[in-house]
């Protein structure tokens, strides 16, 4: 499991009630933990001391999602990378640029995507034209300009 550019292992000790305050989390990350604790049968400082353990091991983050538009960054895309020689190096100095938001290492047609979130057409020209492709390595890139996002969730559950 990736998770902030850090390996970590896949935790499958998770227990039912870890699960239930990810959910809940998920949900609502402003829920308090007073009421996750009601939800699931818990005190509050008892989720507190769960909810911090999960996140200090990597099994989650609580952060604040926004769109894109609403913060003035008008232009994204996914971005698909052939490379020759190692993946590693160049996937660390895409997730070092700020306006890259993720970075998978992949089988098929790429050995690497990427999101970017940028201001405008020439900040995504400069990027791509300037900084990636003069990335060691960078074979071929191939830029889809998203057109409009349809549909971003992040409630998958704990499965």
Known sequence: MQSNGKQTQRNDTLDETAKKIIEQLQEDGRRS?????????????????????????????????????????????????????????????????????????????????????????EHLLELISQRIRSLHGVRDIETMVYLKLHKQSYQWGTR
Do not use: H, N, W
């Open 33 to 121: 933990y007073g009421a996750i604790g009601a939800t699931i049968g818990l005190s509050e400082a008892a989720v507190r001391q769960r909810v911090q353990r999960l996140t200090q091991s990597g099994v989650m983050q609580i952060v604040a999602v926004t769109d894109p538009m609403q913060v003035g960054l008008f232009r994204q895309a996914m971005v698909g990378l052939k490379i020759d020689g190692p993946l590693e190096p160049v996937a660390d100095a895409l997730g070092a640029m700020d306006e890259i938001d993720y970075v998978v290492m992949c089988s098929g047609r790429f050995d690497l995507l990427c999101e970017i979130v940028c201001t405008d057409d």
